[in-house]
């Protein structure tokens, strides 16, 4: 039995298999899965388990070459954009249209679904390599 690092055996190993620039969505309660898009539904009540918590568990394991959000965040919920931009202050962030966003949900290779009951608490990460 894994000790430390992501515990989730299903996250772990969608983690696992990333490859370079492939991407997961961490998502509110509220995105929509895309079709064939598989689910890992964390989701226990409403803010259980919350987006920077799984954010934070899951940064802790990922290589992240980028984070992509969606532009509306930055009105809806200033707290989130703030969190976003400290936590990936050293990586590129993208913003783009929400729906431009739930667009490119249909590529991930998961979509991992928190609790988290706020407008625009969703964000892509984008698989770096690392090499040391």
């Given at each position: 039995m894994k000790?430390?690092?992501?515990?989730n055996s299903?996250?772990?190993?969608?983690?696992?298999?990333?490859?370079h620039t492939d991407f997961i969505v961490v998502a509110d309660i509220g995105l929509p899965v895309p079709e064939g898009v598989p689910k890992i539904d964390l989701a226990?009540?409403?803010?259980?388990?919350?987006?920077?918590?799984?954010?934070?568990?899951?940064a802790e394991d990922m290589e992240i070459d980028k984070v992509i959000?969606?532009?509306?965040?930055?009105?809806?919920?200033?707290?989130?954009a703030e969190y976003i931009y400290r936590k990936f202050a050293e990586c590129p962030i993208e913003?783009?249209?929400h729906e431009q966003f739930k667009s490119l949900t249909r590529r991930a290779k998961a979509v991992i679904r928190t609790g988290e009951a706020k407008p625009y608490a969703n964000c892509i990460l984008q698989s770096g390599?690392?090499?040391g």
């Open positions: 000790k430390q690092g992501m515990l299903h996250i772990s190993k969608i983690l696992a298999d990333l490859g226990l009540t409403p803010g259980v388990p919350s987006f920077q918590e799984v954010v934070d568990a899951i959000i969606a532009e509306e965040i930055k009105l809806e919920n200033q707290e989130t913003a783009m249209l390599v690392h090499f």
